[in-house]
């Protein structure tokens, strides 16, 4: 949506016409909401934007057979790194020269991603925040064989699509998430130990230091399933980091498929 509203020509690629079918109305929709905002005043300005906007954007359901054609290539799909790699194994093969790789992985390791093809020195990381159109924010992720060249184009990409880029080389968890995710992490294990209620911590991060959401809140809006999953991650690379410690009542709502916002309970529940 961000690239196509910023005059690029995309093509979107999921597994079914039915999911892409449901993406566009999505876009959309999301699009409707931002011109009614941007061109509150103007309405016939706003739908000459939307139009314009998804004349940009078309879909396939066959990556290689369109990879062709393209500049760049951003990965947005399951955080696995075995699928990942072969779709980016797959792709290496049909792109040309000139393409630049990159994952929008929150989790896994760019450079593990770039080694599965031949390009290394075009491939990085390009995290964006949800929800995308509104979050300003992007991590351009550097690896130790990324070039300058490739560098500087994921920033410029990054600016083009009315983005804030920030750098960061290929750690765990990148910036935001190295920082967010422990502190998550610190909040259930004192909720865990009795000090605190969940409820009364995140009262204090809103009120205390100004989050828009405590972080119990916000571990049920990630999903819980996807926190744990990023945590056991780390956990396996550096198993005696005392901040990567797995969290046995995380293991067991996760367990119980209570997975937050999206089940319907977490930490909270929902109707």
């Known amino acids: 949506q961000v690239a196509a509203a910023s005059g690029h020509t995309v093509v979107l690629v999921d597994q079914s016409d039915e999911i892409l079918k449901k993406s566009t109305k999505g876009i959309e929709e999301s699009l409707k909401r931002v011109t009614k905002k941007k061109f509150a005043d103007k309405p016939e300005a706003g739908a000459e934007f ?146 605190a209620s969940k409820e009364d911590i995140d009262v204090a991060m809103k009120l205390g230091a100004g989050y828009p959401m405590g972080p119990f809140e916000l571990l049920d809006y990630v999903g819980l399933d996807t926190s744990k999953y990023i945590i056991d991650g780390w956990h396996s690379l550096e198993p005696n980091n005392p901040l990567f410690a797995p969290s046995p009542l995380l293991n067991k709502l996760v367990e119980e498929k209570k997975l937050g916002k999206k089940t319907g309970e977490g930490f909270y529940k929902y109707k």
């Open 50 to 195: 939307i139009k314009k906007t998804l004349k940009n954007l078309t879909t396939s359901t066959d990556a290689a057979s369109v990879v062709h054609s393209t500049d760049l290539v951003i990965e947005a799909i399951v955080e696995n790194l075995d699928v990942k790699n072969q779709l980016f194994k797959t792709l290496d093969k049909f792109a040309p020269e000139h393409t630049i790789f990159a994952s929008n992985t929150s989790s896994l390791q760019i450079t593990k991603m770039a080694n599965a093809t031949t390009r290394q020195d075009r491939f990085g990381g390009l995290h964006f925040f949800n929800p995308v159109p509104m979050m300003k924010l992007v991590e351009v992720i550097k690896t130790p064989m990324t070039s300058q060249k490739t560098f500087e184009s994921l920033v410029d990409f990054s600016k083009a699509v009315g983005k804030s880029p920030v750098s960061c080389k290929d750690t765990p968890g990148f910036i935001v998430n190295r920082l967010l995710v422990p502190y998550m992490m610190e909040a259930v294990r004192l909720f865990e130990r009795g000090d």
